[in-house]
């Protein structure tokens, strides 16, 4: 790894590490339900190294152990999920230049940590693509490390978890401290009252249905929101990245305190 890429990879590793906090709670969370349910330690762990998308797992190996069908299972999965699609529709411009392996490794090690992370990073301090890439994967690895770490660690636990530790209460706290950055407009807000909203009322329905009833609609009003106001859909390329060697304008205004001291867009300097 070259030296300016250590730099970038600390940036984000150090940017993520407040959340490895909530992060580990969650895996032991998802190792301890998935054997409690019925699913083997071996299973569970490689449930996580395959998927590696823990609110959807813990919703499927809930949903599992309830006996629920397996179309409701995939389809609470999926709609869970949909979020990913849009992250990496949003991130996509920054990544257009990588090659084909990086940008499959990429998608593999996106959570909502990396992508909260690194899309504020591009948008703000305008990085070239080589410190993009070592931003991004600092911010992913750690994520993955632990996450895998503590669901084995969870599996091999099972039952002997005390439930009076309550670990079940850091995972909506997590997703909390990821979500109050995010509301920053009318069509984000939007999408936050309605999903959490129908979520509390919704929560009544078999199948953790609710939780599928809650994302859906949410989507759905901050896409309204969005149409409604004439700004939808949005293009995160523009004025925000530039891949020009020389640096375009949108760059260099937006190089903040990654910029080099030359004033080279480039700027993969430490922050």
Request: net charge negative.
């Given at each position: 790894?070259?030296?300016?890429?250590?730099?970038?990879?600390?940036?984000?590793?150090?940017?993520?590490?407040?959340?490895?906090?909530?992060?580990?709670p969650f895996g032991l969370v998802v190792?301890?339900?998935?054997?409690?349910?019925?699913?083997?330690?071996?299973?569970?762990?490689?449930?996580?190294?395959?998927?590696?998308?823990?609110?959807?797992?813990?919703?499927?190996?809930?949903?599992?152990?309830?006996?629920?069908?397996?179309?409701?299972?995939?389809?609470?999965?999926?709609?869970?999920?949909?979020?990913?699609?849009?992250?990496?529709?949003?991130l996509a411009p920054y990544f257009r230049?990588?090659?084909?392996?990086?940008?499959?490794?990429?998608?593999?090690?996106?959570?909502?940590?990396?992508?909260?992370?690194?899309?504020?990073?591009?948008?703000?301090?305008?990085?070239?693509?080589?410190?993009?890439?070592?931003?991004?994967?600092?911010?992913?690895?750690?994520?993955?490390?632990?996450?895998?770490?503590?669901?084995?660690?969870?599996?091999?636990?099972?039952?002997?978890?005390?439930?009076?530790?309550?670990?079940?209460?850091?995972?909506?706290?997590?997703?909390?401290?990821?979500?109050?950055?995010?509301?920053?407009?009318?069509?984000?807000?939007?999408?936050?009252?309605?999903?959490?909203?129908?979520?509390?009322?919704?929560?009544?329905?078999?199948?953790?249905?609710?939780?599928?009833?809650?994302?859906?609609?949410?989507?759905?009003?901050?896409?309204?929101?969005?149409?409604?106001?004439?700004?939808?859909?949005?293009?995160?390329?523009?004025?925000?990245?530039?891949?020009?060697?020389?640096?375009?304008?949108?760059?260099?205004?937006?190089?903040?305190?990654?910029?080099?001291?030359?004033?080279?867009?480039?700027?993969?300097?430490?922050?």
């Amino acid at each position: 790894m070259p030296a300016d890429g250590r730099s970038d990879f600390r940036d984000g590793a150090r940017a993520v590490a407040p959340f490895l906090l909530g992060v580990a709670p969650f895996g032991l969370v998802v190792g301890v339900t998935a054997v409690n349910v019925g699913v083997t330690p071996l299973q569970a762990v490689g449930m996580s190294l395959l998927l590696f998308t823990g609110a959807a797992q813990l919703a499927l190996i809930e949903l599992v152990g309830r006996g629920a069908p397996f179309a409701v299972a995939a389809a609470t999965a999926l709609v869970v999920n949909l979020r990913y699609l849009m992250y990496s529709a949003s991130l996509a411009p920054y990544f257009r230049r990588f090659s084909l392996p990086t940008k499959w490794l990429g998608a593999y090690g996106m959570t909502d940590h990396a992508y909260a992370l690194s899309v504020v990073e591009f948008r703000e301090t305008a990085p070239d693509e080589r410190s993009r890439a070592w931003y991004y994967f600092g911010a992913a690895t750690p994520v993955w490390v632990v996450w895998m770490s503590t669901t084995v660690a969870g599996a091999l636990l099972g039952k002997t978890v005390p439930s009076e530790l309550s670990l079940e209460f850091a995972v909506p706290l997590m997703f909390m401290a990821l979500l109050f950055p995010a509301v920053e407009d009318r069509p984000t807000a939007t999408a936050a009252v309605v999903a959490g909203g129908t979520a509390v009322v919704a929560a009544v329905l078999p199948f953790n249905l609710g939780l599928v009833t809650a994302a859906t609609l949410g989507i759905a009003a901050g896409v309204a929101t969005e149409v409604r106001a004439g700004s939808f859909p949005k293009d995160d390329r523009e004025g925000r990245t530039s891949d020009d060697a020389t640096g375009g304008e949108a760059t260099e205004s937006r190089a903040g305190p990654r910029e080099s001291g030359t004033g080279d867009s480039a700027g993969g300097g430490d922050q």
